[in-house]
């Protein structure tokens, strides 16, 4: 069955510093991988995916995210954070069931 | 903005009462998934229906019942309330049946406290 695990369930980091969230999967079949972002009182919104191809997914407000079979690993990264990525990021896998199988979430904080 | 309408925004209620959340899917999506977001047990999947039909269960209680009606609007029926089912309730939604890389577009929920 898919799973993922989000390795920090909070991750603190001063503003313009890399911001690495990670997120290791767990899937008998080529998986297709997702990163979702929470801001308080909203849903969820995504941020990337990965299906197949290209190991290095560009997403929105400059975070990437880079597929390594090898390490069954999917981590996010952004170069400078910015006190508007404060939120809760979750990891993703597609479940047998065409569902979503999230991780536990990693919530950022950013200080100034 | 997803374009995935849900309501009532909150709802509060008591132990034992039975509560409907509604979800509007993107325009011309067809399949509707359910959600539950608490703090014990994260996000998990309940259901899912196509285009009228269920095709798919998660961790859904039997307390829990869905439907999607012809406008393919959802509604998620909890019945016999309990205080662990207090949680963010999210519907999202997809154009194809299966799923592959196929995006969720998530609403932005429906927060349930049982009192």
């Known amino acids: 069955a898919q799973s993922v695990t989000q390795l920090g369930s909070h991750v603190s980091v001063s503003e313009g510093a890399l911001v690495l969230l990670r997120c290791n999967y767990s899937?008998?079949?080529?998986?297709?991988l997702f990163w979702y972002v929470q801001y308080p009182n909203q849903g969820l919104q995504l941020l990337l995916k990965?299906?197949?191809?290209?190991?290095l997914v560009k997403g929105i407000n400059g975070f990437e995210a880079e597929f390594k079979k090898s390490e069954t690993s999917f981590h996010l990264t952004k170069p400078s954070a910015h006190m508007s990525d404060a939120a809760e990021y979750f990891c993703a896998v597609r479940g047998n069931n065409n569902d979503m199988r999230f991780g536990a979430g990693t919530r950022l904080t950013v200080k100034p | 903005d997803s374009g995935v309408t849900q309501t009532p925004k909150h709802l509060i209620t008591a132990t034992g009462q039975r509560v409907t959340l509604r979800c509007s899917p993107r325009s011309g999506d067809l399949s509707v998934y359910w959600y539950q977001q608490s703090l014990d047990q994260g996000l998990q999947f309940l259901i899912q229906y196509y285009n009228g039909e269920e095709r798919a269960k998660g961790n859904i209680l039997e307390r829990f019942s869905a439907q999607q009606f012809p406008d393919l609007h959802s509604e998620l029926n909890l019945s016999s309330l309990e205080l662990g089912d207090s949680a963010l309730y999210f519907c999202?939604?997809?154009?194809?049946?299966?799923?592959?890389?196929?995006?969720?577009?998530f609403g932005p929920g429906t927060r349930l406290l049982v009192l």
């Open positions: 990965y299906t197949t191809g290209a190991t």
């Open positions: 999202a939604s997809s154009s194809r049946l299966a799923g592959g890389p196929e995006t969720q577009y």
């Open positions: 899937s008998s079949v080529p998986p297709y």
